[in-house]
């Protein structure tokens, strides 16, 4: 998610990208992306130039929100309430639960963000004219194209 959040807005990064960064497999990868796009954490474009990016603003996404996402539901634990020791365990658990839940989205994940990602975002980037050497100059043809051009080739050659 740290990843995804890093790229700007306007870009998206693959899954392969994804797994070459993490060192992660590749089916690994997908089914965390999976489960976050189900989620709603993030959405998916087809085709050249797809990938992921995140669906909702990242200031508005809380750590609990992504966690959310990743851990799988919990059972409702089979503990005998008959004794007042399971009883004080089933309640320190769920206030556990609950000061944890609180923490986790009050705590927002743009604090995981580098902020070099947003920098280098909002830099300008080079001209793609910038990045391309220029063309060679067009020399003249040591031999004639066809048998038709011949004439033309001796022509020149004279001159």
């Not at 899954?15 to 990868?29: G, Q």
């Not at 194209?145 to 011949?150: E, G, L």
Request: with cysteine.
């Amino acid at each position: 998610m740290i990843l995804i959040a890093q790229t700007p807005s306007h870009r998206t990064i693959t899954a392969d990208a994804l797994a070459s960064m993490t060192n992660a497999c590749l089916s690994y990868i997908e089914g965390i992306l999976k489960d976050a796009r189900e989620q709603g954490l993030i959405k998916a474009t087809r085709g050249p130039g797809g990938g992921y990016q995140l669906s909702v603003p990242l200031s508005d996404l809380s750590v609990w929100d992504a966690a959310l996402s990743f851990s799988s539901p919990t059972a409702a634990s089979q503990i005998d309430h008959s004794s007042p020791e399971a009883s004080a365990l089933n309640a320190m658990t769920q206030k556990f639960r609950q000061l944890e839940k609180e923490f986790l989205q009050a705590y927002p994940f743009a604090n995981l963000v580098p902020e070099y990602s947003e920098l280098s975002a909002s830099k300008p980037s080079k001209s793609m004219a910038k990045n391309f050497k220029p063309l060679p100059t067009r020399k003249m043809p040591v031999a004639p194209n066809s048998i038709f051009d011949f004439s033309n080739f001796l022509n020149l050659k004279a001159s």
